[in-house]
């Protein structure tokens, strides 16, 4: 299996992570063969103070086309109502012949 375009990763995950009115912008991704994992640096506008943040995530590949982790940034999480972190993934499309 080979590795998402990075174009394809920054679109997912600015559509998974961006909720309400807090949007998050992609701002550079890369891949690492060796940990199948795309590091994902990215920022956020948050809504109540306009105040831009910005962090970084580290996708790690299940072996099946999913990268997934959970963002653990207080700054983020907390004004969307997550305590435990926030769960963001991206997904290759399937193998199989569309019908």
């Known amino acids: 299996m080979r590795p ?4 394809e990763v920054a679109k997912q995950f600015k559509a998974h992570a961006s909720v309400g009115e807090m ?3 992609a701002q550079d991704v ?3 063969p060796k940990d199948d994992a795309y590091r994902i640096r990215y920022s956020w506008n948050e809504a109540t103070t306009g105040r831009i943040w910005s962090s970084e995530v580290k996708l790690v590949g299940d072996g099946f086309g999913v990268y997934a982790e959970t963002i653990q940034s207080s700054q983020f999480a907390a004004p969307l109502g997550y305590k ?6 991206v997904t290759s499309p399937s193998t199989l012949a569309k019908d």
């Open 23 to 25: 949007r998050v912008k």
């Open 4 to 7: 998402l375009p990075v174009d």
């Open 30 to 32: 890369r891949y690492s």
């Open 84 to 89: 435990n972190g926030f769960l963001v993934s």
